[in-house]
């Protein structure tokens, strides 16, 4: 008899697991680029869509308020959450610029710039990477096993070992949570 751990938790596990043993030294190197940046007063800029923007929010609450440290605040934008700024450019412009206009009204060289896509091929989110990458913003990225789009634009990838959508934000959120507490330690000396 299959019980609710059985149908989804194992996939979980199995996609935590996998993507743990295989892209660990890449989470690393994004805590650490990442903490460099914000020790050296720059910010980290994140975008995505949908379930992927609630996680950019997510993110940025952690590094802004705190995860587990009482410190000072870190400096974190969601870019996913004025709705202002967001429509009036999908209606000027098109949905597809939403995120690199404010990379570009917001973004500064030494900065960091999070892309979270559990496809890989979110139109917005690369095009905002790129914009980043040619302004000398540090890109590094959220995907899933097939986020082959974001790799021409990040420089640090970190890709979720499936293809199962739900499967990708929850390790998505496990590893934010991970990148939060790491970045937390390196820039407030624990």
């Known amino acids: 008899m299959k ?16 993507t ?6 890449v989470l690393i190197e ?6 460099s940046a914000l020790a050296a007063g720059r910010k980290l800029l994140l975008c995505g869509n949908g ?12 590094l802004v308020n705190r995860f587990r440290m009482e410190r000072r605040p870190l400096p974190a934008i969601a870019l996913t959450t004025d709705t202002s700024i967001l429509t009036a450019i999908a209606n000027d412009y098109s949905f597809d610029d939403v995120f ?7 973004g500064c060289q030494g900065d960091v710039l999070l892309g979270v896509s559990t496809s890989g091929s979110s139109e917005n989110v690369v095009r905002a990477l790129a914009e980043a990458k040619s302004m000398g913003i540090l890109t590094v990225g959220l995907t ?5 789009a974001m790799e021409a634009v990040c420089q640090c990838l970190l890709k979720v070992q499936s293809t199962d959508t739900p499967r990708i934000q ?9 990148l939060c507490d790491m970045v937390e330690r390196k820039v407030c000396g624990e």
């Open 3 to 18: 019980t609710l751990a059985n149908i989804s938790g194992n996939d979980l596990v199995g996609a935590l697991k996998d």
């Open 20 to 25: 743990l043993a295989t892209q660990c030294n």
């Open 30 to 35: 994004i805590a650490e680029a990442v903490a």
């Open 51 to 62: 379930g992927s923007a609630a996680d950019c929010q997510h993110i940025a609450a952690e």
């Open 100 to 106: 690199v206009k404010q990379v570009q009204a917001l």
């Open 144 to 148: 899933g096993a097939e986020g082959s």
């Open 170 to 178: 929850e390790v998505h959120i496990f590893l934010g949570h991970v």
